[in-house]
Antibody, heavy 127, light 107 residues
Framework: EVQLVESGGGLVKPGGSLRLSCAAS????????MSWVRQAPGKGLEWIGR??????????DYAAPVKGRFTISRDDSKDTLYLQMNSLTTEDTAVYYC??????????????????WGPGTLVTVSS | DIQMTQSPSSLSASVGDRVTITCRAS??????LNWYQQKPGKAPKVLIY???SLQSGVPSRFSGSGSGTDFTLTINSLQPEDFATYYC?????????FGGGAKVEIK
């Protein structure tokens, strides 16, 4: 059974830092592209960034609101995904979801979707 | 960035109704469109990927269609467990973007 479990959320002051972890099990973590998606209270879903598998280069990509402040990394030996968040503002208050991406190949194209999600961890930025 | 616009943002329907939610992309995204269902306090789950492919385990009353800029999620014979918020999401390029959501409520 696929499981993703986030941890590390909590209350942090504006300007502070926090590191989230996501423990993965039940699938080939090292070969899977992983993303973080967040949801502010009462709002919609927002993709914040992705890390590709090492075989795909292990590169990262970020949404503009977090670029330069957030860093996604992975430890394939521990099947764990990380999100380092620095210079936090109240706008970063949200539930943060870890997601595992899957690909569907058809007609020479690769269609990617968020196949698995963790239950989320709440990050509250407040003084 | 590709903007995803869903309509309606909310609707009221009865059990047994047919429900249609639309999603429009600000530029052509071919079939790089996914649909998710989210219930209160829970993580989203994928229903449809690549515009029209049904995720394993998802009831066949859910279907997706469209290509280019206009897409539709249809729920045939709405069931009590289908009352939720539905999001479309494009995977054509990064940043990956979601629509604003469509909340399906009980009439």
């Amino acid at each position: 059974e696929v499981q993703l479990v986030e941890s590390g959320g909590g209350l942090v002051k504006p300007g502070g830092s926090l590191r989230l972890s996501c423990a993965a099990s039940g699938f080939g973590f090292s070969g899977t592209w992983m993303s973080w998606v967040r949801q502010a209270p009462g709002k919609g879903l927002e993709w914040i960034g992705r890390i590709k598998s090492k075989t795909a280069g292990g590169t990262t990509d970020y949404a503009a609101p977090v670029k330069g402040r957030f860093t996604i990394s992975r430890d394939d030996s521990k099947d764990t995904l990380y999100l380092q968040m620095n210079s936090l503002t109240t706008e970063d208050t949200a539930v943060y979801y870890c997601t595992a991406e899957s690909s569907y190949y058809s007609g020479g194209a690769s269609y990617i979707y968020f196949a698995y999600w963790g239950p989320g961890t709440l990050v509250t930025v407040s003084s | 960035d590709i903007q995803m616009t869903q309509s309606p943002s909310s609707l009221s329907a009865s059990v047994g109704d047919r429900v249609t939610i639309t999603c429009r992309a600000s530029q052509s995204i071919s079939s790089y469109l996914n649909w998710y269902q989210q219930k209160p306090g829970k993580a989203p789950k994928v229903l449809i990927y690549a515009a029209s492919s049904l995720q394993s385990g998802v009831p066949s009353r859910f279907s997706g269609s469209g290509s280019g800029t206009d897409f539709t999620l249809t729920i045939n014979s709405l069931q009590p467990e289908d009352f939720a918020t539905y999001y479309c999401q494009q995977s054509y390029n990064t940043p990956l973007t979601f629509g604003g959501g469509a909340k399906v409520e009980i009439k």
